[in-house]
Each structure stands twice: as C-alpha cells, then as structure tokens.
C-alpha cells in the first residue's frame, strides 16, 4: 500500500517508488509535516524535530504550555490563522463575529483505493489501480470551520497531488480570503527558487535564486495563469544540477491568477504555499457550504532532468485526457503569419493547395472569419460568418479543402468581446466592467462575464451549433487580453470577491462541455500565445500554443524553460517566415524545422511565396517529423546544455526501450573561426551500439555518454544539426 497508518506512533507515511511524505498527529491535533523527499521506510521521522526554549519575545506559546512549544516554528501540513503562527499562512477567514482566528485540529482521516476528483476544477486522473486518496479532516472547533485535506498518491509514478476542501460545518456565514492548495514546511536545508518569468512573446524564461531571509512570491493576479510568471515553481537544493541534488516540483492544475510564496523563517525552515491568488478573492460560504481548492502536482527528484521526467509522463497520462493526447498529431498550416486579416475563399484555399502538396495534413483559419472583423476593433463575440469574406460561407471553404486530403481547423476567442458586435450591443451587461466606470480596453476588446451561467450557455451554443453544422476538425482557443475590471453585474456586492474564481469556473464547465460533447475535435489552448500555459487548460486542451514569438532562436529559450514542467507533445511549435515576423532575424530553413519539430509541429507563412528549395526542405522536414513524432512526443527529454547561456543549444530525446534518439543543435551566437563542438550524450544505453545515420558511425553508448560527441564545425547565420541513433545489433 502507498498510504500506511501506525495507529501506535500516530504517522500516515505515504510512499512512492522512489520518495516518501510523512505527517503526525500530535498530541494537541496539530497535523505536523515531518518529511518529504527521499524515501525513508516506516522510520519516524518525528526525531527531527528538536524542542528548545522558544519563550522570549514576540512568541507566543500555545495551550498555557511547557516555554518549548509554539506553533510559529512547528512544521505543518495546513497551518491555523491568527493564533500565534506568523509564517504565511494556508487560510484567511473573517468569522461571522468579525475575528479572524481559525485554529485547526485533527479529527480524523479515510484511506481509499483510486483517485479523488475536484469538483467544477480540472483534476489528474488514475488508470486503473495508479492511486491511493486520503482525506485528513482538521476543524475549528469555535466555528465549525472544517478543512479536508485530500493527498492523490501515485506510487509507481513519482507524483503526489494535494487539494483542500474547506466546509463551513457550522452555524454563522464564514468568509474566505486565502484558500491555499498547499502548504509545504522544508525544514532544513540550503534552497534555490527556480521559477518561469517572461511577458507576451517571451514566456516562461528559466530564473534561479536562493531564497533569502524574506518572503518570495511569484504570482499572477491578471485572471490568468499569465505570460509573466507561470504556475509551476522548482525548489531545489543549493548544488542541485539536471542530473543530481534535491529537487521539488509544484505544479498548480489552474488557469487563473495565483500565487506561490516562499519564506526563509527566523529558524532557516522554508514553507512553500501555493494557491489561488488572493488579491481581490474572498468566498463567502453559507452553514453547509463547501470551497474546493484546485489541486497541486507535487513531485520530488534527484536532479533537475529527474523531476521533468516525472511531470512530462505525469502530464501526457494522467492530466491530458480524451482521444487526442496521446495519439499522433497533424502537422497544420495555420494562415495568421501569412495573411492576418486579409483572408477569401481563394486565397486560403490557393495556401491549403499549396500545403497539401507539400504533405501537410491540416488548415486552420485563423481570426477574421466571423462577424465584421476586418481588424481587432471589431466582432468578437459574433460567432457567425462573415458572408463578406466567405459568400459561400464555411462548407465550401471546409469542403475544398477536405476534398485536398486535409483536415479542417478553426480560430475562436469565445471569452472576448468587442463593442463593436451585436452581442455587446444586446448584452453590455456581459462584458466585465466597474459600475460608473469607462472600461479598460486590451486589444480593442473587453471580457466577458464567464461568471454569469447565461454567458457560459450563449457561448457553448454558438460554438456547438458551429461544431454540429461544420466538418472541423481543431479548435483553436484563443484568450488575448489580461482580466481587469473585475465585476459581475450578475452577483450582488457581497459576492464580488467571487467573480474571478467563478470566471475560470465557466471556463472550465464550457471546455468541459463541449469536449465531452465533441471529442474527436482537437482543441488546441492560446493566450496571446503561451499566457495560460498550465494544467488547467492541458485537462482539456492536450497542446497549447506556446508563444506568439515564432523566431526560431527564441523558441529555444521558451521551449527549453516550458520543459522543465512540461511535455514537447503539449508546446504548439510552427515553422515561420524568414525575417520573422517578431524579430526580424533570418534564420535557415532547416533550423526553423528542428526547433519547431520538438513540439506539435506545423506551418505559419504564406507557402505560396516560398522558393522551391524551401518547399523541397519542408517536405523532407514533415517526412522526417512523422517518422520521428512518437519518439519526439513519448521519448524521454534531456537539455543537454543551459538553455539561457552559451553560443549553443542542444537537447536530446530518447525512446522508453533506449534503442533510439534525436539529438537536435543549433548555433544560437553565430562565431567567427568557430570549433567544433563537444558533447555529452545522456539516457542512452551503456551497453548498446548506436548508429549514428548523419555520420554513419556506429558508437558504444558508454563511449556517448561518458567520452562524448564531436560535432562537424558548422558554418553560417544559426546552423543546426540533427542526429538520429539507433541501436546496432
């Protein structure tokens, strides 16, 4: 079993392969944290924590009791509120009397086979006999105020989820004004902060620092999981590496603001706290009420490559659902790069021909097909075809170029809406805007009210009935703008503290609903490129659009920081034009390709503008994609030099059986007299014989892995180069 009760000592020891958590029940019902990490057996780890004199100044001392007992330097799983614990805490409450006191003790706890589910939230999911829940349940006895903590144990894979169920099991109204997932005491150690920082068209660039004698938070409180930071934090030890030292994931399964706080007491103890951002939140929960709190992907490695590998299979199997996840992608032509606005039935049926041609398997229209959008001032939320554009309307567009072999794919921005279109002319009232106030405009559009149940069911019949009536085969869900204004017309005042949580609530039940109603489409997230790029949406969208940055070069830094918690099989990655549209850098045909071929590949330029020399690579470049899509998608990944530094990036993938890999290069800084390059291969076999096909060379993987590689000496603007293995009987 992966969850273990000693009735004797008053331990729940959960373990998995390779790690193990471990919590008491002290003998005042504090439930408190005594170790995560490595794998310790049934050992009570209790020891650890030593008693000494803690009386002096500004340090309460609970229960009346002995001077060495204070709450404010115990290790806990979920700590109490304003009772004597000054450390950030895991819940806010105002009481129906005006305190704010919540003191939680043990009441009991259930052991179950499977996994428990999040109601209304996106939750990880067991397949078969994966997981282990347990429920430990803590209350206020003054309030009634009950907290449920639920723990997901997934022993053969590494990973253990948490979430909080907060009940108001008593008599009077209570408000909530923090409601964390998590709370992560770490008592000793020396710890850095990894996390994913970056803005729209530079998302989630690697940063590491030691966390310091402060309060460290990384956030959002833009109403989405955000291009500026991202849910996901590493905490790991000092001298950690990618391939040793302790290292901690926390990966939050939401796709609104948050917040990750980190604090470095007084007594060197770090406590991590994760959860909804609590800037404008408060809940207000009624006698019999309960709040659910999104769930934390928690996982623990030696080693930075350890812990990635953990979450991408954790990701692809148990977060990512329905047919599409892990099936074999199509590559797609998406026509924004090529045209944006300026879109006909000629004109994209002139750039599917040419795509067909070329061997690629889908088109998708971008924005501009509905309502009357000819820029960005206008339509949005007019989820009805532009008869201007499209005279014959979709189906003659869809059947042509069905009738190429190609499947058909589509552009919506369901949470947006402009002034500009009949529904804001309808509703105004729908669109999030402060009473007496002029609205904040981001891209000329405002947002919905996802709030509001009748603006979820507007929404899912407009883009039910566009699924129903049409052969499309993708969606892509696009969200441009950050979330401001945040009122509901629909919620009285006391409620207001709600619209933000409610809004990723409609989020989820609309994709809920129509990919359960419509499950062979392929939804495909966006936000202005990768600003919601997290678990919340990969629950129901298996691949995101990782940034709206296409200059290959970039891309490098974007995917080599999203890999640290995430697949290559759920980064959208397309092949642009040259100069690039965001940069103006010219980059190699062939580079472009390897770079967007570790991701769901595909095209954004106009084809038909192209040289037949790069007509004739990218047809070799979606040859060798399908031949190489499992291996790139289910393979295990290894960033085999800093992404951030240096005048080149590699990175290699590897199959599970080891018996072949891509490793991929590209000369990031150009260099004059440039050296060949050295590098060490990881993941490989030891013992096997590899064929190296660019180089016919046939070499032991010890001699690759521990000798190393050497490369050609490659010359030109940002060369690249890739290398397949395989082993040689």
């Given at each position: 079993?992966?969850?273990?009760?000693?009735?004797?000592?008053?331990?729940?020891?959960?373990?998995?392969?390779?790690?193990?958590?471990?919590?008491?029940?002290?003998?005042?019902?504090?439930?408190?944290?005594?170790?995560?990490?490595?794998?310790?057996?049934?050992?009570?780890?209790?020891?650890?924590?030593?008693?000494?004199?803690?009386?002096?100044?500004?340090?309460?001392?609970?229960?009346?009791?002995?001077?060495?007992?204070?709450?404010?330097?115990?290790?806990?799983?979920?700590?109490?509120?304003?009772?004597?614990?000054?450390?950030?805490?895991?819940?806010?409450?105002?009481?129906?009397?005006?305190?704010?006191?919540?003191?939680?003790?043990?009441?009991?706890?259930?052991?179950?086979?499977?996994?428990?589910?999040?109601?209304?939230?996106?939750?990880?999911?067991?397949?078969?006999?994966?997981?282990?829940?347990?429920?430990?349940?803590?209350?206020?006895?003054?309030?009634?105020?009950?907290?449920?903590?639920?723990?997901?144990?997934?022993?053969?894979?590494?990973?253990?989820?948490?979430?909080?169920?907060?009940?108001?099991?008593?008599?009077?109204?209570?408000?909530?004004?923090?409601?964390?997932?998590?709370?992560?005491?770490?008592?000793?150690?020396?710890?850095?902060?990894?996390?994913?920082?970056?803005?729209?068209?530079?998302?989630?660039?690697?940063?590491?620092?030691?966390?310091?004698?402060?309060?460290?938070?990384?956030?959002?409180?833009?109403?989405?999981?955000?291009?500026?930071?991202?849910?996901?934090?590493?905490?790991?030890?000092?001298?950690?590496?990618?391939?040793?030292?302790?290292?901690?994931?926390?990966?939050?399964?939401?796709?609104?603001?948050?917040?990750?706080?980190?604090?470095?007491?007084?007594?060197?103890?770090?406590?991590?706290?994760?959860?909804?951002?609590?800037?404008?939140?408060?809940?207000?929960?009624?006698?019999?009420?309960?709040?659910?709190?999104?769930?934390?992907?928690?996982?623990?490695?030696?080693?930075?490559?350890?812990?990635?590998?953990?979450?991408?299979?954790?990701?692809?199997?148990?977060?990512?659902?329905?047919?599409?996840?892990?099936?074999?992608?199509?590559?797609?032509?998406?026509?924004?790069?090529?045209?944006?606005?300026?879109?006909?039935?000629?004109?994209?049926?002139?750039?599917?021909?040419?795509?067909?041609?070329?061997?690629?398997?889908?088109?998708?229209?971008?924005?501009?097909?509905?309502?009357?959008?000819?820029?960005?001032?206008?339509?949005?939320?007019?989820?009805?075809?532009?008869?201007?554009?499209?005279?014959?309307?979709?189906?003659?567009?869809?059947?042509?170029?069905?009738?190429?072999?190609?499947?058909?794919?589509?552009?919506?921005?369901?949470?947006?809406?402009?002034?500009?279109?009949?529904?804001?002319?309808?509703?105004?009232?729908?669109?999030?805007?402060?009473?007496?106030?002029?609205?904040?405009?981001?891209?000329?559009?405002?947002?919905?009210?996802?709030?509001?149940?009748?603006?979820?069911?507007?929404?899912?019949?407009?883009?039910?009935?566009?699924?129903?009536?049409?052969?499309?085969?993708?969606?892509?869900?696009?969200?441009?703008?950050?979330?401001?204004?945040?009122?509901?017309?629909?919620?009285?005042?006391?409620?207001?503290?709600?619209?933000?949580?409610?809004?990723?609530?409609?989020?989820?039940?609309?994709?809920?609903?129509?990919?359960?109603?419509?499950?062979?489409?392929?939804?495909?997230?966006?936000?202005?490129?990768?600003?919601?790029?997290?678990?919340?949406?990969?629950?129901?969208?298996?691949?995101?659009?990782?940034?709206?940055?296409?200059?290959?070069?970039?891309?490098?830094?974007?995917?080599?920081?999203?890999?640290?918690?995430?697949?290559?099989?759920?980064?959208?990655?397309?092949?642009?034009?040259?100069?690039?549209?965001?940069?103006?850098?010219?980059?190699?045909?062939?580079?472009?390709?390897?770079?967007?071929?570790?991701?769901?590949?595909?095209?954004?330029?106009?084809?038909?503008?192209?040289?037949?020399?790069?007509?004739?690579?990218?047809?070799?470049?979606?040859?060798?994609?399908?031949?190489?899509?499992?291996?790139?998608?289910?393979?295990?990944?290894?960033?085999?030099?800093?992404?951030?530094?240096?005048?080149?990036?590699?990175?290699?993938?590897?199959?599970?059986?080891?018996?072949?890999?891509?490793?991929?290069?590209?000369?990031?800084?150009?260099?004059?007299?440039?050296?060949?390059?050295?590098?060490?291969?990881?993941?490989l076999d030891p013992n096997a014989n590899y064929h190296i096909e660019e180089s016919d060379k046939v070499i032991s993987g010890a001699a690759l892995m521990n000798g190393g590689y050497t490369y050609p000496v490659m010359h030109g603007d940002?060369?690249?180069?890739?290398?397949?293995?395989?082993?040689?009987?």
């Amino acid at each position: 079993m992966s969850i273990v009760y000693d009735r004797q000592e008053n331990l729940l020891t959960l373990t998995t392969e390779n790690t193990g958590y471990q919590m008491c029940i002290d003998e005042l019902g504090i439930l408190r944290h005594l170790h995560y990490g490595s794998r310790t057996g049934a050992q009570d780890m209790s020891y650890q924590i030593i008693d000494f004199d803690y009386a002096f100044s500004g340090n309460p001392i609970q229960y009346r009791r002995e001077r060495n007992f204070s709450l404010d330097i115990l290790p806990q799983e979920y700590t109490s509120f304003g009772v004597g614990d000054f450390r950030l805490n895991s819940v806010a409450v105002i009481n129906a009397d005006g305190s704010r006191a919540a003191q939680f003790h043990y009441v009991s706890h259930e052991i179950r086979k499977g996994k428990y589910a999040i109601p209304e939230l996106p939750a990880s999911y067991d397949n078969g006999d994966e997981a282990e829940t347990l429920i430990v349940t803590l209350r206020d006895e003054v309030t009634g105020l009950t907290v449920k903590l639920h723990y997901g144990v997934f022993e053969k894979l590494d990973i253990i989820t948490r979430y909080a169920e907060i009940c108001n099991d008593g008599k009077a109204p209570v408000t909530l004004e923090k409601a964390a997932s998590l709370c992560l005491d770490l008592p000793h150690g020396n710890w850095d902060l990894m996390h994913f920082w970056g803005k729209h068209a530079m998302e989630r660039q690697p940063e590491r620092q030691p966390i310091g004698h402060c309060i460290t938070t990384v956030g959002s409180t833009r109403g989405t999981s955000s291009h500026q930071q991202n849910p996901f934090i590493i905490v790991c030890d000092h001298e950690a590496t990618e391939d040793h030292g302790d290292c901690y994931g926390m990966m939050l399964a939401y796709s609104g603001g948050f917040k990750a706080e980190l604090e470095n007491s007084q007594i060197n103890s770090v406590r991590a706290v994760m959860g909804i951002d609590d800037t404008y939140f408060s809940w207000k929960l009624e006698p019999g009420q309960s709040f659910h709190t999104p769930e934390v992907i928690l996982s623990f490695a030696d080693g930075l490559t350890a812990l990635s590998h953990n979450y991408h299979h954790f990701i692809r199997h148990n977060v990512c659902r329905g047919k599409h996840h892990l099936e074999k992608r199509p590559v797609l032509i998406n026509n924004w790069e090529a045209t944006y606005f300026d879109l006909n039935e000629d004109k994209m049926y002139a750039l599917a021909k040419e795509a067909a041609a070329l061997g690629i398997d889908q088109f998708v229209l971008d924005d501009g097909w509905f309502g009357a959008r000819y820029d960005d001032n206008a339509g949005l939320g007019d989820w009805f075809v532009n008869y201007d554009k499209l005279p014959n309307g979709l189906d003659s567009l869809i059947e042509k170029i069905n009738g190429l072999g190609m499947k058909f794919g589509i552009w919506v921005e369901p949470e947006m809406v402009n002034e500009d279109s009949d529904l804001y002319r309808a509703h105004p009232d729908w669109a999030l805007s402060a009473p007496d106030r002029t609205p904040t405009f981001g891209r000329n559009q405002l947002v919905l009210d996802m709030s509001n149940k009748d603006v979820v069911d507007y929404l899912y019949g407009c883009l039910s009935t566009l699924l129903k009536e049409h052969n499309i085969a993708y969606i892509k869900w696009d969200f441009n703008r950050s979330v401001c204004d945040v009122y509901s017309h629909a919620l009285p005042a006391d409620r207001q503290g709600e619209v933000s949580h409610r809004f990723v609530l409609g989020l989820y039940n609309l994709l809920d609903r129509l990919t359960t109603e419509f499950p062979d489409v392929l939804f495909e997230g966006c936000s202005g490129g990768g600003g919601r790029f997290d678990a919340g949406m990969l629950y129901y969208t298996p691949q995101i659009w990782l940034s709206d940055d296409t200059d290959a070069i970039e891309r490098l830094i974007i995917q080599g920081g999203t890999s640290y918690g995430y697949p290559v099989s759920t980064m959208g990655a397309h092949v642009s034009a040259a100069p690039n549209h965001q940069t103006g850098r010219t980059t190699p045909i062939n580079t472009r390709g390897i770079v967007a071929m570790s991701g769901a590949f595909g095209y954004e330029l106009d084809l038909t503008k192209l040289p037949e020399s790069d007509k004739e690579a990218i047809r070799i470049q979606i040859q060798r994609y399908h031949q190489d899509e499992v291996l790139i998608h289910q393979g295990s990944y290894y960033r085999l030099t800093d992404v951030t530094k240096g005048y080149y990036t590699a990175w290699q993938i590897v199959s599970e059986d080891k018996s072949k890999s891509l490793v991929n290069l590209v000369i990031t800084s150009p260099q004059p007299n440039p050296e060949p390059l050295h590098i060490r291969f990881k993941g490989l076999d030891p013992n096997a014989n590899y064929h190296i096909e660019e180089s016919d060379k046939v070499i032991s993987g010890a001699a690759l892995m521990n000798g190393g590689y050497t490369y050609p000496v490659m010359h030109g603007d940002y060369p690249a180069m890739q290398l397949h293995l395989s082993v040689r009987s």
